[in-house]
């Protein structure tokens, strides 16, 4: 495999061979040798899904040049890990969450066009890698998606913004004038809801021992995988990109100051204790004007796409739409297809970045009031209408609904970990 390979590629790549090597590992042993790991409520984890996802996490911290000089530390966070996947789909479940297929096909389309394959080559490409390696791949995409679904409707719109918030908040930014941006990385100690003297004690002695070992040289991301409990401890206690509204108060003052590839002093939060290293930072000005794009969909059904080739009836069909009348013929044209397939038909107004990058480019080139060239999906022919542009001046958007999201998006990142927490104390979990 090419090194130049877009890493959600490599990812996708390196989960499908360890499946398979898990699972042909398994069968020439013999099923029955593979024993129950952990018990989450109903569901069982086996010593294989252990092993597989050991080793793929392994991987991935190698692609970081993270060591893991700690198998046991490992697995016991893999573990984890595995535990709070199984209780977060049973609560997306529970509250009727799901991930429509036009979804994950956008994911899919998106690292296909970052690694200039078309979905094609893609699914030819990780078909190779296994047998019916591209609809396990989905499968994948499906399930972090339904995470992050369900980490939107129960901590960041359960997060509640007051008028004095919104109103400071809108006061700093025209003071600040500037759009600063923050990757961090991080370290939890965590106490229980109600932590003895002792347990304070001992988590605290913890957290300074962890201090003093990055301060003679030992790297943060390592110590991170091996004892952080926070909920990107397998990442390296990588954080990612925080625009400077959305970082926990906790640790704004704690970062004040602080220089890339320096680490705060010990932070202290109702989730526990905490130390944060500033991987880089960014300052540039807030963009002023941008172009947003008014789409509509209509899909044909059909069973047979040969993605190679357009048939001539469906793209002088596309060629001859130049209004939203004509647009809306389709509906009575293809009265036939379920009204389902295209009940959700207008994707109302998007900048380029939400618009899938395979399409993106020829997009941005389309005049309003025409659509593009029939686009092959797995349901069949999808027509894009493309029925207004028009420039937006970022100082003119509703500045009340930017501050709004900004603070929920903050003070979801601060109760994130406890949420977590609270997932697995109202499980029922036994480790075998």
């Known amino acids: 495999m090419k090194k130049t390979l877009h890493s959600a590629l490599f990812s996708l790549f390196t989960s499908l061979a360890i499946i398979g090597s898990s699972s042909s590992s398994v069968m020439a042993k013999d099923v029955l040798l593979d024993k129950v790991v952990a018990v989450v409520n109903d569901r069982v984890i086996l010593k294989s899904e252990l092993t597989a996802k050991m080793y793929e996490q392994a991987q991935a911290l190698a692609a970081q040049n993270i060591p893991v000089n700690d198998a046991e530390a490992l697995k016991a966070k893999v573990l984890d890990s595995l535990i709070l996947e199984v209780l977060q789909e049973e609560r997306a479940n529970q509250i009727g969450l799901n991930v429509a297929d036009d979804e994950v096909n956008a994911q899919m389309q998106q690292i296909a066009a970052q690694n200039n394959l078309s979905l094609l080559e893609l699914r030819n490409r990780l078909n190779i ?29 359960q997060a509640q913004v007051t008028e004095s918030e919104i109103q400071n908040y809108l006061k700093r930014q025209k003071l600040a004038n500037k759009n600063v941006k923050v990757k961090l990385n991080h370290i939890l100690i965590a106490l229980p809801e109600s932590a003895t003297p002792q347990q304070r004690e001992k988590a ?60 705060s002093e010990i932070i202290e939060s109702a989730s526990g204790f905490h130390l944060i290293k500033l991987a880089d930072k960014q300052d540039s000005s807030a963009a002023g004007v941008f172009t947003e ?20 009836s469906l793209m002088t069909l596309s060629q001859s739409l130049n209004s939203m009348q004509d647009f809306q013929a389709l509906f009575d044209k293809y009265s036939d297809i379920p009204a389902e397939v295209n009940a959700d038909s ?32 797995d349901k069949g022919w999808m027509i894009l209408y493309l029925d207004d ?6 100082a003119s958007e509703n500045e009340t609904q930017k501050a709004i999201q900004a603070i929920r998006v903050r003070k979801a990142n601060e109760m994130f970990d406890l949420w977590l927490r609270r997932l697995k104390d109202e499980a029922f979990i036994q480790i075998k």
């Open 389 to 394: 542009i028009r420039e937006i001046n970022a």
């Open 129 to 157: 890698e296994m047998p019916d390696g591209f609809q396990k791949a989905r499968e994948k995409i499906k399930q972090q998606l339904l995470i992050q679904k369900l980490r939107e409707a129960e901590v960041i719109s």
């Open 293 to 312: 794009y008014h789409l509509h969909r209509f899909i044909i059904l059909s069973d047979d796409v040969d993605r190679t080739r357009v048939p001539a």
């Open 204 to 263: 605290l002695s913890d957290i300074k021992s962890i201090q003093k070992r990055i301060q003679t040289g030992e790297d943060f991301s390592q110590l991170a995988v091996r004892y952080s409990n926070g909920g990107k401890a397998l990442s390296g206690g990588d954080l990612g990109w925080m625009q400077e509204e959305e970082i926990p108060t906790f640790f704004a003052d704690a970062l004040e100051g602080l220089k890339p590839g320096q680490v």
């Open 346 to 377: 207008d994707l109302g107004w998007r900048v380029l970045d939400k618009i899938p990058s395979v399409i993106r480019e020829d997009v941005a080139k389309l005049k309003a009031k025409n659509a593009l060239p029939p686009l092959a999906t």
